[in-house]
């Protein structure tokens, strides 16, 4: 059992068979009617089959290989066989699932233990493709570099802890965490630029770039070869945008970062919005190219919707990258760049940002990696140094690195009521919950409740990245374990929290709203209106119950509607009970964001609870 023969041929186990018969020579033609399902095996009656002239008769003379009798004192199976609890049918049918066996630490030490390089069984029967969430990296690459947030799957897988000491368990990283968001136009370039930062911080390998450059010409797309790195399923690579929200992590002497690569297309922008709700700050991608700026921010481009949405969404700090810089069409031009950022600025400053405070603005080259981690050259660019020398758009620092390690995140409580809201959660050796800690800090062993349903669970481990550690503070994405609910328990949009400390739960609040783009043919709003409501994790249809006052140069004038670019105060009705808190009591659960057939009409904040 423990060792198989090098020359073995493939074994298909027929599960409708009745009897057996000897295996078919490898000469012989079958047919396969290709209409048939492709998950059900036929019954080949041997007789049935012709042999072509060329090919010799079976010889019925030869001897034929009998399966090898169980070695009792196998170390596998006897391990199996203990884990099974003497049931042999149930231990064979373990052994033909290595996956699932593997799971048991007593057999991935026996395995581990009787390896012998080229003979390894678990390694040989590995599939070359990982599954369809992580990126296809090859061996030489960290397997965490790049993981896909899909909202039916799961977001990251868990180490083996069954060996582990609580007593060994790490603090977490004194190091300030920062969530990135990049956000922009499609096709700016923020892909690339993700992709040029794991590589230049060596998460990447240079066999694996040169594998992603061959796959790129083949499709006549030699530049996309850096996005390749986060743009992992076929569907983004072929179409060369952007689906899910792509997550990777690195880390610089001063702060660790996650990057969140949100999609572009405007057709995305609810995953988008799902990906900025966790960010700290935002990194807006401006393509320099002739033509390119021009198309992502006029109206319907997704740079003006992207970078409101940051601001609604609680981004506190804006980066602003001036992107491809080293196009032929702007060759490092200083007026190109003085011309861009002269254009975004009025708009910034319209969507609530304060541009000398929360606001850089920097060029750079996401494909040759210039201003990314080493400064442009003076050859390039010789009016740089002298731009950032003198503090220009409120820029100090040479590089994109250096500006974001200079950044400094506010607001951050760990003294607070504990809330983190579910952003996925699915089965692994028992419920993982994977969410951003808001406000206070998780302990583990601590007993939390699961909100709206009150449900009462106990934390059993918790992860940040691939590190299991004793507790979790304010901005940190954590994996938490859970042995005593269910997946069913917990949905997306949940939000734990402490027993003495329970978030509310209300079907009914009061907002206050600013009406930023309302459809053509709906140009109104008022009493009756249906809209998609974003907040925190949650996205949920809501309707306009009463619309309390407009609000007009500071004064409050009770009307039957609203038109756009006015603010309003306004009741929603929500069909559930759902998890929010007002925005002045804890901002994360407070900040709202209404959508209406793919645009989004208004952005705002919760001002009351509606009993």
Not at 49 to 72: A, F, G
Request: charged content about 25%; some cysteine.
């Amino acid at each position: 059992m423990s060792q198989l023969k090098a020359n073995a041929k493939e074994f298909v186990f027929n599960t409708s068979a009745s009897e057996w018969t000897p295996p078919i020579s490898s000469n012989a033609t079958i047919i396969n009617d290709s209409s048939a399902d492709n998950n059900t095996v036929e019954s080949i009656n041997i007789n049935d089959i012709s042999l072509n002239e060329s090919q010799e008769p079976i010889n019925n003379n030869e001897p034929i290989d009998e399966e090898e009798p169980i070695d009792e004192n196998d170390p596998l199976w006897k391990a199996t066989l203990t884990l099974t609890k003497g049931d042999r049918e149930a231990a064979l049918k373990l052994l033909e699932d290595p996956d699932s066996l593997l799971q048991y630490p007593e057999i991935k030490a026996i395995m581990e233990s009787t390896s012998s390089g080229d003979d390894d069984w678990e390694t040989t029967a590995q599939p070359p493709e990982v599954i369809e969430s992580v990126a296809a990296i090859p061996e030489s690459v960290n397997n965490d570099v790049v993981v896909k947030v899909k909202q039916s799957s799961s977001a990251a897988t868990l180490p083996d802890d069954s060996t582990e000491d609580d007593t060994a368990l790490q603090d977490s990283d004194p190091r300030q965490h920062l969530n990135l968001v990049f956000i922009g136009h499609v096709d700016a370039g923020k892909s690339t630029l993700s992709g040029s930062i794991l590589y230049i911080m060596g998460q990447v390998d240079a066999r694996t770039i040169e594998r992603y450059e061959r796959e790129a010409k083949q499709r006549n797309r030699e530049s996309w070869f850096l996005a390749f790195i986060m743009d992992t399923s076929e569907e983004e690579r072929s179409k060369g945008i952007t689906v899910e929200v792509g997550r990777a992590h690195f880390e610089t002497e001063t702060n660790r970062y996650t990057i969140l690569d949100a999609p572009g297309h405007k057709n995305y922008v609810p995953n988008m919005i799902a990906g900025a709700a966790q960010a700290d700050v935002g990194i807006l991608v401006i393509s320099a190219r002739k033509g390119e700026f021009e198309t992502g921010f006029e109206k319907g481009g997704q740079t003006r919707e992207h970078a409101m949405l940051a601001k609604t969404l609680g981004v506190q700090h804006l980066v602003v990258v001036i992107n491809k810089m080293d196009d032929p069409t702007v060759n490092w031009e200083q007026a190109r760049y003085e011309e861009c950022v002269g254009k975004l600025k009025p708009y910034l400053k319209q969507c609530g940002y304060v541009i000398k405070k929360d606001v850089k603005f920097l060029p750079l080259s996401g494909i040759a990696g210039d201003n990314v981690l080493r400064e442009v050259s003076a050859d390039k660019c010789p009016w740089w140094k002298n731009l950032y020398s003198t503090g220009a758009h409120n820029t100090t620092t040479p590089t994109l690195f250096s500006c974001l390690d200079s950044l400094v995140i506010s607001g951050r409580n760990p003294n607070g009521p504990l809330r983190i809201p579910c952003l996925d959660r699915y089965f692994e050796r028992g419920t993982v919950v994977l969410g951003k800690v808001e406000s206070g800090t998780l302990k583990m062993d601590e007993e939390i409740v699961i909100a709206p349903t009150r449900k009462k669970a106990k934390v059993d481990a918790i992860y940040i990245k691939d590190t299991k550690v004793r507790s979790a503070k304010p901005g940190e994405n954590v994996l938490i374990k859970f042995s005593t609910i269910n997946v069913e328990d917990i949905q997306k949009g949940f939000v734990l929290c402490t027993p003495t400390s329970l978030c509310p739960a209300v079907k009914e609040i009061e907002v206050h709203l600013a009406l930023i783009d309302l459809l053509e043919h709906r140009p109104i709003f008022s009493p009756g209106y249906e809209a998609v409501m974003h907040i925190h994790t949650v996205e949920i249809e809501v309707t306009c119950t009463a619309l309390l006052y407009i609000i007009d140069k500071g004064r409050q004038i009770r009307r039957p509607f609203g038109r756009q670019g006015q603010q309003c105060v306004a009741r929603l009705k929500l069909p559930l009970s759902t998890c929010l808190e007002p925005f002045d009591k804890m901002p994360a659960l407070g900040r709202i964001t209404l959508r209406d057939e793919g645009t989004t009409i208004a952005i705002g904040k919760v001002v009351r609870l509606v009993a």
